[in-house]
């Protein structure tokens, strides 16, 4: 069975750090795209960042440009987003998502396959 595994989120007070992870059992991540979008309550479900098959594209929502960071493990077959600078308007569930594609977009509707989410909450 193809799952997709989020962890990492918590909660944690303005301007700290959190890093997640999407892991990936019953293949590999590395021939697919990857993206990481959230929700929050009441709003709709936007894209945070995405990285392409190779690792060498990557792209970020302008709202967290310069705060997250997107990467890629081959050898662990998993996928970080460093969250950095955190503001409680970042709170949200995470989600990752894979896309048979080699480049990523925020185009929900590429990705295949998709997490449970992770709860991140920004919060003094």
């Known amino acids: 069975q193809l799952q997709l595994v989020e962890s990492g989120g918590g909660l944690v007070q303005p301007g700290g750090s959190l890093r997640l992870s999407c892991a990936a059992s019953?293949?590999?991540?590395?021939?697919?795209?990857i993206g990481w979008f959230r929700q929050a309550p009441g709003k709709e479900r936007e894209g945070v960042s995405c990285i392409s098959s190779s690792g060498r594209n990557t792209d970020y929502a302008n709202s967290v440009k310069g705060r997250f960071t997107i990467s890629r493990d081959y050898a662990k077959n998993t996928v970080y987003l460093q969250m950095d600078t955190l503001k409680p308007e970042d709170t949200a569930v995470y989600y990752c998502?894979?896309?048979?594609?080699?480049?990523?977009?925020?185009?929900?509707?590429?990705?295949?396959?998709w997490g449970q989410g992770t709860q991140v909450t920004v919060s003094s």
């Open positions: 998502a894979a896309s048979q594609r080699s480049l990523a977009s925020f185009r929900a509707y590429e990705y295949s396959y």
């Open positions: 019953g293949f590999t991540l590395n021939y697919f795209a």
